[in-house]
């Protein structure tokens, strides 16, 4: 699920960055905004940070006595992405192994269906290993699937999500 969001974050900029002229230090501001808020990739609470979207306000600069840097409180919007039990929704195999299937969801690269919770599916092992169903319909690499998610689980050390998801409900599986 998408949330838009408003967040509010301090932004240092560096003394030898500072400019007698307004105009360049908003630029710096947003630009240092901009580069903090693609390193933080992802939170546990909002899930992954996608997009900002506006800059509501920028505080008062408050200079840093031993290093002459000035912090800035930036409040912002911000879109993110981040997957709830019961949720429905789509992402494509990436890897199929004896057990279940690793699929991408979005910005989520771990996402496991195991074997147990594809319901009437049957490995068939290979050089391209699939999961097929008596109706021929096929769980193979690069398939699109619909599915439900079971749970989530955050990873501080990663900073990423990962998510046990199932087909065990109707309007579930391969995407035609």
Not at 4 to 22: F, R, Y
Not at 147 to 159: H, P, Q, S, T
Request: hydrophobic fraction near 45%; charge should be positive; glycine fraction near 8%.
């Amino acid at each position: 699920m998408f949330l838009k969001t408003e967040l509010q974050w301090n932004v240092v900029i560096p003394a030898e960055s500072l400019d007698a002229k307004g105009l360049m230090l908003q630029k710096a501001i947003v630009i240092r905004l901009l580069d903090d808020f693609s390193k933080r990739k992802a939170t546990k609470d909002l899930g992954y940070l996608l997009a900002l979207t506006t800059v509501e306000k920028i505080g008062e600069g408050k200079v840093r006595q031993h290093t002459g840097d000035v912090l800035f409180p930036v409040t912002f919007s911000a879109i993110s992405f981040k997957l709830f039990r019961g949720e429905i929704l789509e992402g494509v195999v990436h890897k199929v192994l004896k057990q279940g299937v690793i699929l991408r969801c979005g910005p989520i690269e771990n996402v496991y269906l195991s074997s147990s919770k594809m319901p009437d599916y049957n490995y068939v092992p290979g050089e391209n290993p699939i999961f097929l169903n008596d109706k021929m319909s096929k769980i193979e690499k690069g398939v699109t699937l619909r599915f439900i998610v079971i749970g989530a689980k955050w990873l501080e050390a990663e900073r990423e999500f990962q998510a046990l998801v199932g087909l065990h409900a109707d309007y579930l599986g391969p995407v035609s």
